[in-house]
T-cell receptor
Framework: GAGVSQSPSNKVTEKGKDVELRCDPI?????LYWYRQSLGQGLEFLIY????????KSGLPSDRFSAERTGGSVSTLTIQRTQQEDSAVYLC??????????????FGPGTRLTVL | GENVEQHPSTLSVQEGDSAVIKCTYS??????FPWYKQELGKGPQLIID?????GEKKDQRIAVTLNKTAKHFSLHITETQPEDSAVYFC?????????????FGKGTKLSVKP
């Protein structure tokens, strides 16, 4: 399809394990964002990519969280040594970023992460 | 940094009635204000947005108003239908500053009773 896709849709892991979450943005969208949605909470910004660069990582909660983007397309969010408080829905969004134009962000369906 | 407050947290209306959700923001540099609808198990979907140079925008049964002086914006849904039941999020962004990461309100769970 033409939308943002994320995989896996659900991930259950044990405390202390590493996990990788994948995001495929809409083709041609140069801006990519990761957000986290905890139970009963709003959406919390994690990191922003413009192309393959991440000029804003201010939302990453700890150094256990990292992300990369390759080829200006697919992005991977990695959480090392997962903790129970990392349990949440991780959402990816992409935007066609053109200077001076404020375009909407399109969200994927999210990955529900459960840390046991 | 930006802070967005959203009220009410839950809203129950009868089918056909209007629903109003209100948000306030703190950063006067914010210039883009979208509203998202999120259904269970799905990602948020944009339903309407407004730029800072516009005071009101309407799309069929949905309208958004923005008061820059007071730093608040509101979502109005008229003639509500059961399929409008969902969680609605407001957000604010500064596309000239922090590259547009959205700061979201906590959400409003809207229930439309048939």
């Amino acid at each position: 399809g033409a939308g943002v896709s994320q995989s896996p849709s659900n991930k259950v892991t044990e405390k202390g394990k590493d996990v990788e979450l994948r995001c495929d943005p809409i083709s041609g969208h140069t801006a990519l964002y990761w957000y986290r949605q905890s139970l009963g909470q709003g959406l919390e910004f994690l990191i922003y990519f413009q192309g393959n660069s991440a000029p804003d990582k201010s939302g990453l909660p700890s150094d256990r969280f990292s992300a990369e983007r390759t080829g200006g397309s697919v992005s991977t969010l990695t959480i090392q040594r997962t903790q129970q408080e990392d349990s949440a829905v991780y959402l990816c969004a992409s935007r066609y970023s053109l200077a001076g134009v404020r375009n909407e962000q399109f969200f994927g369906p999210g990955t529900r992460l459960t840390v046991l | 940094g930006e802070n967005v407050e959203q009220h009410p947290s839950t809203l129950s209306v009868q089918e056909g009635d209007s629903a109003v959700i209100k948000c306030t923001y703190s950063d006067s540099a914010s210039n883009y204000f979208p509203w998202y609808k999120q259904e269970l198990g799905k990602g948020p979907q944009l339903i309407i947005d407004i730029r800072s140079n516009v005071g009101e925008k309407k799309d069929q049964r949905i309208a958004v108003t923005l008061n820059k002086t007071a730093k608040h914006f509101s979502l109005h849904i008229t003639e509500t239908q059961p399929e409008d039941s969902a969680v609605y999020f407001c957000a604010a962004a500064n596309y000239g500053g922090s590259q547009g990461n959205l700061i979201f309100g906590k959400g409003t769970k809207l229930s439309v009773k048939p």
